[in-house]
């Protein structure tokens, strides 16, 4: 079950070395991040619109009284804790993955812009960051970077954090 996660690793100034491999957030179903994930007894987990969608299509061939269906990944028989429901529900039934929710969130959080401290105390909040002084544990934009840190810290040399230099 293990398979897959790559802890991520955060340095001292926030960049990620390594990041959690987001495949075990990915719904095998759309193969697209997890929305609203429920989870089966065996553990796979799907988007609840996902698993419904497939529980109604495996069902469709059934016998209108079948009362089970099987996991889209591993095939385990799975009954709905309440099989007399209408089979659209039966994905709504299972419990909400939290774990994943909470994973996600934390991913979006960590993908968010980087600004430019310098900049966001004069106002101006949507300047992104270029460099990062390790000594002052500062971001800086390519202007405020010679305008302030060079000035000060003639000694040290930012790192560029800019996407392809990370």
Sequence with gaps: MAE???????????SRSQSLD??????PICLEQLRYPKFLPCLHSFCEECLGSFITKES?????????????VCRKVTEPMKPSEDKKGWAGQFPTNNL?????????NTNTLITCKPCEKKGNT??????WCHQTKSYFCATC????HDLFHEECEP?????GNK
């Design 60 to 72: 469709s061939g059934k016998m209108a009284s079948a009362s089970s269906f099987s996991c889209p």
């Design 159 to 163: 790192e560029n954090i800019t996407e």
């Design 126 to 131: 949507n300047v992104p960051a270029k460099f």
């Design 145 to 148: 970077k010679i305008d302030h």
């Design 100 to 108: 994943a929710v909470e994973m996600i969130r934390h991913l979006q």
């Design 22 to 27: 987001t495949s075990v957030l990915e719904c």
């Design 4 to 14: 897959g996660f790559v802890w991520e690793q955060a340095s001292v100034d926030g």
